[in-house]
């Protein structure tokens, strides 16, 4: 054993080195977020953002004061700085000539007045959580106009020091030792025109011809004249004024006569007919042009010139993101593991390791937050499998639970050991939500769960996942992993871009998140409270989200996209008509707390409808997150998990329990309280879940609730849910089902009186298939129950029944 190497590594959160580049690069954007973004301390984001809008008041007074007393002071501050007893002229005094000298003469001139600017929309953007302008742009423009100012204003007044500054004088010596006068102001001509072209796209059209500038002319005339710009006005609280929002095209009114539409002749609009010859007819061809209900590529960027791209939060403007503030810090987030504990759970894996006759290489430990992963080397001509049989005989000599063996480690050619820390770390929420790999995640819906076992952040994209199943026994931490999922999305996305359908059959889970009602949450036409408790209304909103979801696949063909995202984007870029139906779609993700209930309760009902969903949700923004504490294979189906990739097991009480989850076994060896191993398709990663207790849940949702939401709630599609008649005494035609007639129809047609014909053609469940059997047979339409025989049909044909429900409906 003394030939064993044995390193510990402890592996510190790894930062990506690889990020998407966007389209349209900015030099100063990415700087200018970092600055903004470190600052996650609410108390010193204010302090600094004070100090800059202060500062900036201070550089405007000191600047404007320095134009009249800078021949006076410039012998004062260069001499005579220490001396209390000179006075200068400027407003802000000796400090204010030397930061006014230094910017002015000895730095841009004049053009050091755009300082102020930049400082006072940097302090107002950290101290206000609110853009005046966007910064990006706001420094490209500003830093490129100091510096050309500068030369410019040296070039036109040399003899002026304080226009250009020392810069601009020094700038113009060399410029005009290389290039001349006249090439300086070449040069300066030249930088103008092509920071115009590269920003504005400053068009060189000056010389068109005149013809046709006066068909353009026309043109546009026509075009005012058939174009109804719409106003739309979005209802808001008393509190504000409303909000207007721009739709994102216009349609033209094209007023052209259908060909059955009857036009009107009058004097003005008709000719005295021309004789005709005898023998002769008159014959003409009138050509029409064809009619576009689209505009151009370069109307359309005309228009977003003019109104700028769509923005979806906008109508709530003033909404925050939650402070990370609202979280807190538990236990020591430094480990507790010590070297005494490594090197005994080492021996100890070498001792048992020997005592079977398996020599080992080298072994290395990697910290984790709860569990330390001890990776071997075994020497050649060892099996793995005969390491992997020893998992009981590790765990009894360790004394512990919750060993876990990796036979062999994807990607290395090593063998993992995981053996549970004494001291468990706890992995707070606030560590999670304020990594870096977390608030820089490019994703859609990027959801953060806590830690591996290397400490590195686990995130991952909901949206390509795409749907989620969570299992695991009582009291393992399924519910705060449900909280985790949802506080991430609520750290990261507006309320215009996402909304919940919560299912909480325990009515105590997620009560919680009934606060961002307005914000939030969607749900039916016509109910009380968002947050679904009751089985009847959970299956009416699955099958309100297949309605929304058929609606959703609608408007992608017609806008003819593929998925959410290029949907939205051709949305927003103003291409996609709202008066066609056009809308930006937010994602909307369903949580179901504990689907055994519903399975138990409601069976294909439910079934069926998550299905559909599961299969063909993803590419339109609907995604499902299943979670129960039965993982037994009556629940979670072969429909269920073959829609289903992504998957999270908490600790289950069996290895069956963990290969009906995982398809693999591992769960039954976690340690609980958030242990979990996260599959994704192929591997298995071992994640310890980020701790959100439930005040910092309730202070989440008291902060979103507390700012103004929508006037309304998110509405889903109504479905025509099961009617609530009876089955027995005299047909009352009130009570009667919404699908009453066209059940009808469909048993005439087949001259069958079956439900289980009703459920296969109109796709209802049994419950309300036999109602509706019921009422027809009170209504006099099929005979009585024949036991195993299907019922008689006493109507013959469908003229007979449409006569028979019109005297129905008459009484």
Known sequence: MGRNEFKTEDKKPKKSSKKKKSKRSNPFSKPIAFFTKIFTNEKLAKTVGLFLLTFSAFLLLAFSSFLFTWQIDQNIINNHWNDPSIQVENWLGKLGAYTSHQFIFNGFGVASFLFVFLSFILGFRILFKSNLLPLGKSFKYAIFSIIWISISLSYLAPSIPILGGAFGFQTNLWLSSVVGSIGILLFLILTILIFLVINFNLSFNFFSPKEKDEEETDEEQILEENVSPIITEVPVEETEEPVEVIPPIVEL???????????????ENTEEPKPVPDGDVEF?????????????????????????????????????????????????????????????????????????????????????????????????????????????????????????????????GTVGIEVPNQNPEIVSMKTAVASDKFQNANMELPVVLGKTITNETFVFDLA??????????????????????????????HPSQLKFVLVDPKKVELTLYNKIERHYLAKLPDTDEAIITDNQKVINTLNSLCIEMDQRYELLKNAMVRNIVEYNSKFVARKLNPENGHKFLPYIVLVIDEFADLIMTAGKEVE???????????????????????????????????????????????????????????????IGRGDMLISQGNDLTRVQCAFVDTPEVEAICDFIGGQRGYPEVFTLPEYVGESASGGSGTFDGEDKDALFDDAARILVQHQQGSASLLQRKMKIGYNRAGRIIDQMEEAGIIGPFEGSKARQVLISDLDTLEQFLKDLGNN
Do not use: C, W
Not at 253 to 267: K, R
Not at 302 to 326: H, N, R
Not at 465 to 474: E, I, K, Q, R
């Open 608 to 670: 069926t409808p998550i299905a559909r969903l599961a299969q063909l949700a993803r590419a339109i923004g609907i995604h499902l997150i299943i979670a129960t504490q039965r993982p037994s294979a009556n629940i979670i189906t072969g429909i269920i998990k073959a829609n289903f990739p992504g998957r999270i097991a908490f600790r289950v009480t069996s290895g069956i329990d963990s290969r009906t989850i995982l398809d693999s076994g591992g769960a039954d060896q976690l």
């Open 464 to 493: 390509k996942m795409p749907h989620l199943l969570m299992a695991g026994a009582t009291g393992q931490g399924k519910s705060v992993g449900l909280n985790a999922v949802l506080t991430s999305l609520l750290y990261k996305k």
């Open 284 to 412: 003409s061809v009138e050509e029409t042009a064809e009619k576009d209900e689209t505009l151009t590529d370069k109307e359309v960027d005309s228009k977003v010139k003019e109104f700028g791209e769509f923005d979806p939060t906008l109508d709530l403007s003033s909404y925050q993101l939650p402070s990370i503030d609202l979280l807190k810090e538990f236990g020591d987030s430094q480990k507790k593991v010590t070297p005494e504990e490594l090197e005994a759970n080492k021996n100890k894996i070498l001792e048992t390791l020997a005592n079977y006759k398996i020599k080992i290489a080298s072994i290395k430990a990697t910290i984790g937050p709860t569990v330390t992963l001890y990776e071997i080397v075994p020497e050649a001509g060892i099996r793995i499998s005969k390491i992997k049989n020893l998992e009981d005989d590790i765990a009894l000599s360790l004394a512990a639970l919750g060993i876990r063996i990796i036979a062999p480690i994807p990607g290395k």
């Open 253 to 267: 009114d094209v007023t052209e006569p259908e060909e059955d539409e009857a036009v009107e002749l009058t004097p």
